[in-house]
């Protein structure tokens, strides 16, 4: 963790964190709805540094058909990192990584989707991450709840998911990839802001109780934050002026 340096470089005694952000403060946000033709539905963001892509096919029959359930519908996920996503060129093949945050971020989404209301279908959700800057699961979640809702899927309420953690023994919003990497816990937060449910919490590293708590406000309010700019990004699309 290289110790007292590390510390000093993450956060200043101003409380400026090491790419000038504040403590309670996002990256750059922006999401845009509705970019792939071919697609039911389709998102894109930009989290910081990270660039995603997210296109969803379905309601549609499942095959091999043993495979449906007659009562519900189902949500397959695939999160796929470009081999040029990151600064080590990354093997094409599914990683042991990308299959378990497909996992997390489908068992984020459920609760979500009115599965319900199309027995028998799979809904499938194909994620690309064209860039990758640390954070990338709650990046990808909150483009994939706007890809949903533009392909016109029944949703409760949108997920939307920002990262807090403990950094420099400070608690901060939206970890980015330093952070990350020398931070001491990163906390991804998946959160349904009108039903006031989270989907998803993840943690790695260690806090004490209250610090856990602070944590999971701090992530609840990033997720408010991405909340807003999801809806933004339907409206436009929808109600702007724009091409669409």
Not at 4 to 21: F, K, P, Q, S
Not at 24 to 44: C, F, H, P, Q
Not at 155 to 178: F, H, P
């Amino acid at each position: 963790m290289g110790g007292r340096e590390a510390t000093m470089v993450l956060l200043d005694e101003n409380g400026i964190r090491c790419d000038g952000r504040k403590i309670d403060e996002t990256r750059k946000i922006m999401i845009k709805a509705g970019v792939l033709k071919n697609a039911d539905g389709s998102a894109y963001i930009e989290f910081g540094d990270n660039k995603i892509l997210v296109g969803i096919f379905g309601p549609r029959d499942v095959h091999p058909k043993h495979m449906s359930d007659t009562d519900t519908g189902i949500l397959r996920v695939r999160y796929h990192m470009e081999p040029f996503s990151v600064t080590e060129r990354k093997n094409p093949a599914p990683s042991r990584r990308e299959i378990e945050i497909s996992k997390v971020i489908k068992e984020a989404l459920e609760p979500a989707v009115m599965l319900e209301k199309f027995p028998r279908t799979a809904v499938d959700v194909f994620i690309e991450v064209l860039q990758a800057d640390g954070g990338t699961r709650c990046a990808a979640l909150s483009a994939a709840s706007v890809a949903l809702a533009d392909a016109g899927i029944p949703m409760r309420d949108m997920v939307a998911a920002c990262a807090s953690g403990k950094v420099a023994d400070t608690i901060v919003l939206d970890v980015n990839n330093e952070e990350d990497q020398a931070g001491q816990a990163d906390m991804p937060i998946g959160y349904m802001p009108n039903l006031k449910k989270i989907t998803l919490l993840q943690l790695d590293g260690i806090l004490t109780s209250d610090e856990f708590k602070k944590c999971v406000d701090v992530g609840i309010n990033g997720c408010k934050i991405v909340y807003e700019l999801q809806k933004k990004a339907l409206t436009d699309k929808y109600f702007g002026n724009g091409s669409n």
